[in-house]
């Protein structure tokens, strides 16, 4: 289990260096060079850069360099006195110590010893590096709630990429989905704009799997294959081994057995043929359990068997291992520390108990003479101070009960205004950073000619059925996983891909749209049966670029910007009663799904936005 989790995140930590194998040496020959035996400043920074690129080498006989240059420099710079350069490494001694000879103990003491300098220095970049490490230490030894607080302190310092990707994988496993997306966008964002392909992909990877274990299908398909296309565009059978093993899963699930078994086998195979020698329990466990499964299924009993025991030994070996032993060292280490402060505070208090007896017997010797009285006293006072206690206790009881319920009640209503995330963040942050997002698709809906109808109805029966509209909306909209944006009037605005890109969203925002146009068919019959005049409604959908956050302090909300906005509420005001108009970029993302019909318009010219290519949207004829 170890093996594996510490060389998934190490080689993330570590391999996807801008350098080439023969830059890096080149690197290396360069500074060797300038090493001397002068004892200063610039000798201390050689050494700190020698050891960070033996870290990044080939091989683990290189890497051992690391630890030889890190103590060079450690003894230099604490013999002269310069800080900066003996925070730099410990840290580069400390990352060693995790990332390659594994010692857990031995890489906390000197990680906290540079993140103490680097603090005293004020140095930022050097708190984040050191507090994600710390993180790492914590994940690779299953102190999750530890390692969430390090990685949000090395997010506080300095917000990097790649302390979100970690903070989201140790939010995955105390099962706080809805964070580890909001983090995995985080990361996924910041790695695209660093021009980093290959992290986007294990973020995509492992976003993949945490919808594959929410039980969200489609949305574990889309992410898992974007890592799967991007390494067979490369040939890139080695970074092909997890994603085939996960997919795997997902064809499983979705009761395509003979797709489950391609990708698990050709999983094993490249693991197999592998051209570095590293293990991956989790891609075997994985591609095992599904492959025993789908050929059990198959009623071949025999690779079921097979695939099974490969399953078992391979778990046990995962969830057992030597665990305890390789973490003994530090656990003993925390609990000499914890026995040495247990034994500071026993020693204090023996003291304070001492002349508290002492005391004690003295204003006994003197009361001696007025004990009866003494006695009744104190009974008196405590019968009295027993009761007062009881009432305070029952009045904080209720304060309590009182407080959690109206911590309950704000909750909600912070729910009913914001998506569950935003919310979410805006407890956890004190605020909502406003966001970029790619391919969302709004829904603008509105009444025809609304203000005509209104000035036949009186005001209450118009707000009446407005609401009685609108709260129809409102749970199509939930019934979809749609989020709605706001209302305005006569206007309905809805969004399908936030606050997290989902791969169904354009689909369910038109099946959404479809529905809230049958609702409302249904409801001009009703109206017109009872001789109340019926609104009729138009839907429109574009589909593209916008950003999202909170707008203000007070009475604040949750809204959508950009020119994908403006078109959409074009694309509606351009459709037709009773009918859903599609723009041709959102036509495009759906055209070949068979739960739709679709009724070409050709181009239509849109005031301020030129020609536009629209469709009418509707049910097939096997959906309908």
């Given amino acids: 289990m170890l093996k594996t989790l510490r060389y998934t995140l190490i080689l993330f930590l570590t391999l996807y260096s801008v350098n080439s194998y023969a830059q890096k040496n080149n690197q290396i020959d360069s500074l060797l060079k300038r090493i001397t035996n002068e004892q200063n400043k610039e000798q201390v920074d050689l050494l700190n850069k020698l050891s960070a690129s033996y870290y990044r080498a080939e091989n683990r006989e290189t890497k051992d360099s690391a630890k030889y240059f890190s103590q060079k420099a450690i003894n230099i710079a604490q013999k002269i006195g310069y800080k900066d350069g003996l925070a730099e490494a410990f840290y580069e001694i400390?990352?060693?110590?995790?990332?390659?000879?594994?010692?857990?103990?031995?890489?906390?003491?000197?990680?906290?010893?540079g993140l103490e300098l680097f603090t005293v220095l004020k140095n930022k970049p050097?708190?984040?590096?050191?507090?994600?490490?710390?993180?790492?230490?914590?994940?690779?030894?299953?102190y999750y709630q530890t390692a969430i607080k390090n990685f949000k302190l090395s997010i506080t310092a300095k917000d990097e990429p790649t302390s979100n990707y970690l903070l989201a994988l140790a939010y995955i496993e105390v099962d706080s989905f809805l964070l580890a997306k909001k983090y995995f966008a985080t990361s996924i964002s910041q790695f695209s704009k660093l021009n980093s392909p290959e992290r986007v992909e294990e973020c995509y990877l492992w976003l993949g799997r945490l919808y594959l274990k929410t039980g969200e299908t489609d949305s574990a398909f889309f992410y898992i294959n974007k890592t799967i296309v991007a390494a067979e565009i490369r040939n890139d059978n080695d970074r092909l081994v997890r994603p085939y093993a996960f997919i795997s899963g997902a064809y499983l699930n979705t009761g395509n057995l003979d797709k489950a078994i391609i990708y698990g086998e050709k999983s094993l195979d490249f693991l197999a043929k592998r051209t570095q020698s590293q293990d991956d329990d989790i891609s075997v466990i994985q591609a095992s359990k599904v492959l025993s499964e789908a050929y059990a299924t198959k009623k071949n009993y025999e690779k079921a068997h097979y695939y099974l025991s490969l399953y078992n030994e391979t778990n046990n070996n995962y969830t057992q291992g030597n665990l305890k032993q390789k973490i003994g060292d530090m656990q003993s280490m925390f609990e000499f520390d914890k026995a040495m402060d247990l034994q500071k505070i026993r020693q204090k208090k023996d003291k304070e108990i001492a002349a508290q007896?002492?005391?004690?017997?003295?204003?006994?010797?003197?009361?001696?003479?007025a004990g009866a009285l003494l006695l009744l006293l104190l009974l008196g006072g405590v019968y009295n101070s027993f009761n007062l206690k009881k009432r305070a206790n029952r009045a904080l009881q209720k304060l309590n009960e009182e407080i959690t319920l109206e911590k309950k009640r704000s909750d909600d209503l912070l729910l009913n205004i914001l998506p569950e995330e935003i919310a979410h963040e805006l407890k956890e942050n004190g605020e909502?950073?406003?966001?970029?997002?790619?391919?969302?698709?709004?829904?603008?809906?509105?009444?025809?000619?609304?203000?005509?109808?209104?000035?036949?109805?009186?005001?209450?029966?118009?707000?009446?059925?407005?609401?009685?509209c609108f709260k129809a909306f409102d749970g199509i909209c939930q019934k979809y996983d749609i989020e709605k944006i706001k209302t305005i009037g006569d206007s309905y605005m809805a969004a399908g891909g936030l606050p997290m890109p989902n791969k169904a969203s354009t689909k369910n925002l038109v099946l959404a749209a479809?529905?809230?146009?049958?609702?409302?068919?249904?409801?001009?019959?009703?109206?017109?049966?009872?001789?109340?005049?019926p609104f009729e409604m138009r839907a429109g959908i574009h589909t593209g670029n916008v950003v999202a956050g909170i707008v203000g302090?007070?009475?604040?909300?949750?809204?959508?910007?950009?020119?994908?906005?403006?078109?959409?509420?074009?694309?509606?005001?351009?459709?037709?009663?009773?009918?859903?108009?599609?723009?041709?970029?959102?036509y495009e993302l759906l055209k070949t799904d068979n739960a739709f019909a679709f009724e070409r318009r050709g181009k239509v010219n849109v005031k301020g936005k030129g020609e536009i290519e629209m469709w009418f949207v509707s049910k097939s004829a096997d959906r309908a």
Avoid at 514 to 531: G, P, S, V
Avoid at 556 to 574: A, C, H, M
Wanted: aromatic share 10%; charged share 25%; net charge positive.
């Fill in 126 to 142: 050097g708190m984040a590096k050191c507090y994600m490490q710390l993180g790492l230490v914590s994940y690779l030894i299953q």
């Fill in 432 to 468: 909502a950073a406003a966001r970029d997002f790619q391919q969302v698709s709004i829904l603008f809906t509105d009444f025809k000619e609304f203000t005509q109808a209104s000035e036949k109805m009186s005001a209450k029966d118009l707000v009446a059925e407005i609401n009685h």
């Fill in 514 to 533: 479809i529905e809230m146009a049958e609702f409302m068919t249904q409801r001009k019959k009703e109206r017109l049966a009872e001789n109340f005049l």
């Fill in 553 to 586: 302090v007070i009475k604040f909300q949750y809204d959508i910007w950009g020119d994908t906005v403006n078109t959409s509420s074009r694309v509606e005001s351009n459709g037709e009663v009773g009918k859903v108009n599609i723009s041709g970029t959102t």
């Fill in 94 to 113: 400390g990352k060693y110590y995790i990332g390659i000879e594994y010692k857990p103990a031995l890489a906390t003491n000197y990680l906290l010893k």
């Fill in 357 to 369: 007896q002492i005391a004690k017997e003295r204003v006994i010797r003197n009361a001696l003479l």
